[in-house]
T-cell receptor, first 114, second 111 residues
Framework: DTEVTQTPKHLVMGMTNKKSLKCEQH?????MYWYKQKAKKPPELMFV???????INESVPSRFSPECPNSSLLNLHLHALQPEDSALYLC?????????????FGSGTQLSVL | GQNIDQPTEMTATEGAIVQINCTYQ??????LFWYQQHAGEAPTFLSY????GLEEKGRFSSFLSRSKGYSYLLLKELQMKDSASYLC????????????FGTGTRLLVSP
């Protein structure tokens, strides 16, 4: 199994809603990532978890709250988002958080904030 | 800051060869990756270079010159399915490791 699975694939939410994005991998990877990708732009790093601990927060607003319940799961909790937060949210994993490990990406959640 | 540049769009015909360039100015360089991303899909890994020179993998090859801050991805015998965005990404170490993506190049392969 070399897949990173993300759910849901599409999400529409209002600015007062609370929702969560989920990511799962069963490759035994110990590093997991959240990226944000706006249309026709490159992915931008949001968070890095290494061994289930938050290692990087790229100055992401607190309306985005990551969680890593165990080594296979990564969540992104959303609350009081703004329309400009509409984007493709990509989860990725790698064997470790160092060296030349390649990232395996999920297919993403396309988020629209109304 | 980190600066990674690629051409925005390229076009080529089926069966041809295309070279996608990437120039970078980053601190703490620790390797360069190329990813392919079809519209609406996840980026998939193509290649990794950390030392100067050419890495060949089937129809795809990637070259790196660290002194020039330059890389290219070479695609041979183009197929229609190669129409996609190609992302250059540099692993930087500025106290911690992270992958910084370039702007991406949209490649359109026509019959």
């Amino acid at each position: 199994d070399t897949e990173v699975t993300q759910t849901p694939k599409h999400l529409v939410m209002g600015m007062t809603n609370k929702k969560s994005l989920k990511c799962e991998q069963h490759m035994g990877h110990r590093a997991m990532y959240w990226y944000k990708q706006k249309a026709k732009k490159p992915p931008e790093l949001m968070f890095v978890y290494s061994y289930e601990k938050l290692s990087i927060n790229e100055s992401v607003p607190s309306r985005f709250s990551p969680e890593c319940p165990n080594s296979s799961l990564l969540n992104l909790h959303l609350h009081a988002l703004q329309p400009e937060d509409s984007a493709l949210y990509l989860c990725a994993s790698s064997q470790e958080w160092k060296g030349n490990e390649k990232l395996f990406f999920g297919s993403g959640t396309q988020l629209s904030v109304l | 800051g980190q600066n990674i540049d690629q051409p925005t769009e390229m076009t080529a015909t089926e069966g041809a060869i295309v070279q996608i360039n990437c120039t970078y100015q980053t601190s703490g360089f620790n390797g360069l990756f190329w990813y392919q991303q079809h519209a609406g899909e996840a980026p998939t890994f193509l290649s990794y270079n950390v030392l100067d020179g050419l890495e060949e993998k089937g129809r795809f090859s990637s070259f790196l010159s660290r002194s020039k801050g330059y890389s290219y991805l070479l695609l041979k015998e183009l197929q229609m399915k190669d129409s996609a965005s190609y992302l250059c990404a540099v692993r930087v170490n500025t106290g911690f490791q992270k992958l910084v993506f370039g702007t991406g190049t949209r490649l359109l392969v026509s019959p």
